[in-house]
């Protein structure tokens, strides 16, 4: 029992420290004014024998960090509001802040809807002032990998999100051009924060609801579903 106490303060400390501490410091004075002025910073990284780049978003939000997060992470009422996203629904927790989500998304024609699942970790550090929601492929219709992530800050009285993202595509799909690839994130990203700020302002029912989930998760309560599957 002493041994497995151990074990999860050291998980628990990990945990915490895998959260940037200032992810504005990633930013010049240049980006930091874009961010200042409405804009979406963008900035992409080739990574080697990978067709697409990892990609990384930073968007300035009105909103808290918990409140942020909180809708960030509401996944079955992610297809309510990101464009061509048909589904998601979560079907499994292994714990409390992990969370398996179903998705399909509909891509133009010729091609056939995507449907993919993917694993959703949730962690925040010990003060409660940052956030963050990792993501990785469990299965997927047209990609060969996908893992991301998405941290929340405080800055000058609203949120700074920083999100990234890395996908391998199938090789029927590598033939996709990366500026559309990259404007789609960004679609769905604007989507995110004009989501956010929409509920605060006008939703405060779901806010409230999916705050609980969030508060819930990081106490060790099941959100979504109401024991383990």
């Given at each position: ?190 989507a995110t924060s004009n989501e956010i700020k929409r509920v605060k302002n006008s939703d ?26």
């Open positions: 029992m002493i041994k497995m106490i151990i074990a999860l303060l050291a998980l628990s400390t990990l945990t915490q420290a895998s959260i940037e501490l200032n992810i504005s410091k990633n930013l010049n004075q240049l980006e930091l004014q874009k961010l200042a002025n409405g804009e979406m910073v963008i900035k992409t990284k080739e990574i080697k024998e990978m067709v697409w780049p990892e990609l990384t978003f930073y968007v300035l939000i009105p909103a808290t960090p918990l409140e942020s997060v909180s809708i960030f992470y509401a996944l079955d009422h992610q297809k309510n509001y990101i464009p061509n996203l048909l589904k998601s629904d979560v079907v499994a927790q292994d714990t409390p802040s992990q969370a398996t989500v179903e998705y399909e998304l509909k891509l133009p024609w010729p091609l056939s809807n995507s449907r993919y699942t993917h694993g959703h970790q949730l962690e925040a550090s010990k003060d409660l002032s940052s956030y963050k929601v990792s993501w990785w492929m469990i299965k997927s219709s047209n990609t060969e990998k996908v893992q991301g992530d998405a941290t929340f800050q405080a800055y000058q009285g609203k949120t700074l999100m920083m999100y990234r993202s890395l996908v391998a595509p199938k090789s029927i799909f590598a033939n996709f051009v990366e500026s559309k690839m990259v404007k789609d994130v960004q679609k769905s990203l604007e405060r029912n779901l806010l409230i609801k999916y705050v609980s989930f969030i508060e819930d998760a990081l106490s060790g309560k099941f959100s979504y579903l109401l024991k383990k599957k």
